[in-house]
């Protein structure tokens, strides 16, 4: 199963460091739901887990990017 790159550059994936869900190292990263995990570990559990959605990339932003207003 290939591994599919996870686009999580929104603000809000980044917090304090916590120690991963996937694996025994801190991260500042967090998922969708709040999980503290590193973009590579989820990257790579959802390569195993072919058809399950635990973690996803943002929404792409349509070409309205609002960030510079
Ligand atoms: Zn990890």
Excluded: I, Q, Y
């Excluded at 199963?1 to 991963?20: I, S």
């Amino acid at each position: 199963m290939p591994v599919r790159l996870l686009d999580w550059r929104d603000g809000r994936h980044f917090a304090w460091p916590a120690r991963c869900v996937l694996c025994p190292k801190t991260t500042p990263l967090r998922s969708h739901a709040g999980e503290p995990v590193h973009k590579t570990c989820a990257e790579s559990w959802n390569a195993a887990h072919p058809g399950e959605t635990r973690f996803v990339s943002d929404p792409p932003k349509a070409g309205r990017n609002t960030d510079h207003a």
